[in-house]
């Protein structure tokens, strides 16, 4: 089986001979930190060989739990918000079939999301959904405090108990959180629920290969054990032993941070096949939430292409030259389709006939390549051989240790995220939470 690979030429061409090179110490220094767990954040390090130490009998009862959904459940309604949603919604979207969940006519459950947003008519609209639908709930919160997610599991337990009563609901409300402490945790044990822990010492936007991903993945369908394969396998292959020119992640590590270095202070992330929207939403959580702070970090962006050609193309063609761009490839499709002959031919592409869709993407791709470095825009490829779990799994494990050595480059801790709290304190003020008495007087004076 083919492991994902990186093209570094066209973005290497924008720095210094030999920059990559020359970061070989620090990029050593940083691999050897995470390893021994010497590192800023590293109570947060939990995540790092969890691909190889993941047992089969957690594997077992996770699709012991998913089977039992899958058999009571035409819905699955997964509420968490950041790294307590997204590596699922990430994995399942660009796995799954783009519109069978539409007719819901699959084998499989359909697969939502709650509990990531507060947004009245979205809540509204999925109770409305809901109703007559034989569906069930994984309530996925670390610290089980979350604002988001409290708020849908609150109203989503309420209506599933109603529904389809208490004992059915005990059976298809499943609860991911802390060991011990958490309003999650509390409701699970005192309603029966079966349970997953999410390891104290893995951060929510390193937590998918954890029961926080592996139980909606395996619920919707797909191979776990593929996934945590092509993610044992790449976690193999970007080990601390390995050095700098045989290690994709710690290439990508440095090359970004070289780049950040002469200036390019925004990475967008683009891709060629929608299915993988919400990787790069995964992946904007990992990067960003990982390495803003304390005034730095590359700022994560994201595309969609070539849609968002016809949308932000011409900024990242022509705008502020502050930016580089990194692909994921995708070498095969899932499924063939040629373009069709047209008698009349009015669009002109008759030439096309015949030939593959992927064949004309890929030609978009390569073209955009070249026009945007000759945009002055440093292109670096991530290429994987086809969208399945083994491959996914690779590229999820690939991104995660590329963040933790790239977060310590940049010289930051990449494991903690203390400016999450800032919007929650003032939110609670202004809504007047017990205790915030003084913030909210505060709080007022400025408005
Ligand atoms: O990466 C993180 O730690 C955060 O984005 C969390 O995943 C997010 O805030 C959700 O937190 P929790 O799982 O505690 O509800």
Redesign the pocket.
């Known amino acids: 089986m083919k492991t994902i690979s990186l093209q570094l030429n066209k973005a290497a061409q924008f720095l210094a001979a030999n920059a990559i090179e020359k970061l070989e110490p620090q990029v050593k220094a940083a691999q050897d930190a995470l390893e021994n767990g010497t590192c800023a954040g590293n109570d947060f390090l939990g995540w790092l060989h969890l691909p190889s130490t993941t047992t089969p009998e957690l594997v077992a009862d996770i699709k012991a739990a998913a089977q039992t959904l899958r058999e009571n459940c035409d819905t699955i309604v997964v509420a968490?918000?950041?790294?307590?949603y997204l590596g699922a919604r990430a994995v399942i979207e660009t796995l799954s079939n783009s519109f069978e969940w539409l007719s819901n006519k699959g084998e499989n459950p359909v697969i939502l999301f709650a509990g990531n947003n507060i947004g009245e008519d979205y809540l509204y609209e999925l109770t409305e959904y809901l109703k007559g639908r034989r569906f069930g709930v994984i309530n996925?919160?670390?610290?089980?405090?979350?604002t988001e997610?409290a708020l849908a599991f609150r109203l989503l337990k309420k209506q599933c108990e109603e529904q389809r009563g208490k004992d059915v609901a005990r059976k298809v409300i499943v609860a991911i959180t802390d060991a011990k402490k958490g309003a999650a945790r509390v409701t699970a044990d005192k309603e029966g629920y079966t349970s997953f822990i999410?390891p104290d010492n893995v951060?929510?936007?390193f937590?998918v290969l954890t029961p926080v991903g592996l139980l909606p993945i395996a619920c919707a369908g797909f191979d776990i054990e593929a996934l945590l394969k092509g993610a044992a396998d790449m976690e193999r292959l970007t080990g601390a032993d390995v050095p700098l020119a045989e290690n994709p992640a710690a290439q990508y590590a440095a090359i970004r941070n070289a780049l950040y270095q002469s200036g390019r202070k925004i990475e967008i992330l683009a891709n060629y096949q929608p299915k993988l929207h919400y990787v790069n939403e995964w992946w904007k959580?990992l990067y960003g939430?990982s390495e803003g702070k304390d005034g730095k970090g590359i700022f994560p962006a994201a595309v969609d292409l070539t849609t968002d050609l016809h949308s932000m193309g011409q900024w990242i063609q022509d705008g502020e030259r502050t930016i580089f761009e990194t692909v994921i490839s995708v070498e095969q499709p899932t499924h063939k389709l040629l373009f069709p002959h047209d008698e009349e031919n009015l669009d002109g592409l008759n030439f096309l006939e015949g030939r593959r869709v992927d064949e004309v993407n890929k030609m978009a791709e390569l073209g955009t390549q070249l026009a945007h470095v000759d945009g002055g825009v440093p292109n670096i490829r991530i290429s994987i051989e086809r969208l399945d779990e083994y491959n996914v799994g690779q590229l999820l494990y690939f991104f995660e240790i590329g963040c933790g050595i790239s977060g310590l480059l940049l010289g930051v801790n990449p494991f903690n995220?203390p400016g999450?709290e800032a919007y929650k304190k003032n939110m609670f003020a202004l809504l007047g939470k017990p205790g915030y008495e003084a913030e909210s007087q505060a709080i007022k004076a400025r408005l």
């Open positions: 968490g918000i950041g790294g307590s996925i919160s670390k610290s089980g405090t979350t997610t999410i951060g929510g936007r937590s959580q939430e995220q999450v």
